[in-house]
């Protein structure tokens, strides 16, 4: 089977677009597991750290598209906030709409990505859950510490506990603060977190360092995909929980080690808004094995 694509980054994040709104996806797109990760593999097929997949909207729901998620492992997610930046600019730079503001639904919930005239992309992410069982994380038993009447959860693992703060952007975060991102354990402890027993989806772990109140360095260690250059669903879970424990500002320039997010949230029941890059790199053509 013969595919094309638009590969595709946020911030480094990078991603492998398909279009089935129309021409031979538009019957429907039933890839396997296997091919997903064919697709995703850095060797053999494309490379990326997700599949983005552009379907029909519903009239109905007032939605211009639907926005479907894949992993690099052939699983599929909720939310990919670099993702969504960059289906905002796909469907727009292709023709698809002339919209600057998308209203876009995915697994959970409905987004709003809002082109910038700097070429730059706003994605309204939606109002975080921050109530264990909404993200989901198991709590029972566990007595957190309270800092600024947030939670941070003891999570045992292997070598030592650490400290975690659970939020969900429609997809589930672990926030841990670190001295330095740069020398955090990422490869030593994103596995143990992302595969821990109390995170009955997995989840993302984020190691995030504080520089002042307007400004952190973040790594992401994603589940399904291992750490990647930049998350921003990550990068909001970390601001989000930075301002519930005091630490931050409203607005926080995020540095990722591949670019920078500037993420805004006003409080308990608003939004987190996020803005960055979204950059097209090339358009091509695959074919697909049957796997």
Request: net charge negative.
């Amino acid at each position: 089977m013969k595919l094309r694509f638009t590969k595709m980054h946020g911030a480094g994040n990078d991603f492998v677009v398909l279009d089935a709104t129309r021409g031979p996806l538009a019957q429907g797109l039933t890839l396997s597991p296997a091919q997903y990760r064919f697709l995703a593999d850095r060797r053999f097929g494309i490379g990326a750290d997700q599949i983005l997949i552009v379907e029909p909207g519903d009239a109905a729901r007032g939605t211009d598209f639907t926005y479907r998620i894949m992993n690099a492992d052939g699983g599929e997610v909720e939310q990919c906030g670099n993702g969504a930046r960059c289906f905002a600019r796909f469907v727009h730079d292709s023709g698809l709409t002339s919209k600057d503001v998308i209203r876009v639904q995915t697994m959970k919930a409905i987004i709003e990505p809002r082109l910038q005239a700097d070429g730059r992309v706003t994605v309204d992410m939606g109002a975080p859950f921050l109530v264990p069982a909404e993200v989901p994380f198991d709590d029972a038993g566990l007595t957190p510490k309270l800092v600024n009447g947030c939670e941070l959860w003891p999570l045992p693992l292997a070598d030592y506990p650490v400290d975690v703060a659970v939020v969900s952007m429609g997809n589930p975060h672990a926030v841990m603060r670190v001295d330095s991102a740069e020398h955090a354990p990422v490869e030593e402890l994103g596995p143990q977190i992302e595969s821990h027993a109390r995170f009955p989806r997995r989840v993302n772990a984020g190691f995030m360092e504080v520089v002042d109140r307007g400004h952190i360095r973040l790594r992401v260690y994603e589940r399904g995909s291992g750490e990647t250059l930049a998350c921003g669903s990550g990068a909001c879970a970390a601001v989000v929980a930075g301002i519930r424990l005091g630490w931050l500002d409203a607005t926080v320039h995020v540095d990722t080690r591949g670019g920078r997010l500037t993420i805004s949230w006003a409080g308990p029941g608003q939004p987190v808004l996020m803005t960055g890059p979204a950059v097209k790199v090339f358009d091509g053509e695959i074919d697909v094995p049957e796997l």
